[in-house]
């Protein structure tokens, strides 16, 4: 079983700007799944305006990496795979109704997102994006 989803790197002064979902206990880079035949831009325009409230600017997207992997909670053999963009916005990030809390992650906050998540976080320490 793959879990396709599509998510928002989006870094400022060393640290990456994660979420927590409501009823969630765990932060997740933000975005989501796709829907039906959506594209991964479309995917990633709609989650974030869904979740963040701004506006993902298209002209600006570049693929920063696509991470894979299982991790608790997971149906057996089920494998989140997370293709990353990052991407300039317009407009105020708020927690939307579905977004309990949002919070700007440094690397020694790696335990506290998702396996899959934990690759991004270990290739942008070694980048030197994430302090």
Do not use: N
């Not at 989140?80 to 020694?108: H, K, N, Q």
């Amino acid at each position: 079983m793959l879990i396709d989803t599509v998510a928002w790197v989006r870094i400022e002064g060393g640290r990456i700007l994660c979420a927590r979902p409501r009823g969630k206990d765990v932060f997740y880079i933000p975005g989501g799944k796709r829907e039906g035949a959506e594209s991964d831009l479309e995917t990633l325009v709609r989650e974030i305006r869904e979740e963040l409230t701004v506006r993902i600017d298209p002209e600006t997207v570049a693929h920063a990496g696509t991470y894979e992997a299982g991790g608790p909670g997971l149906p057996d053999g089920a494998v989140v795979r997370m293709a990353c963009y990052t991407a300039e916005f317009a407009g105020e990030l708020r927690a939307s109704s579905e977004i309990e809390d949002m919070a700007w992650f440094s690397y020694a906050d790696r335990d506290r997102v998702p396996p899959v998540d934990q690759q991004l976080f270990d290739d942008l320490k070694a980048a030197g994006d994430l302090v």
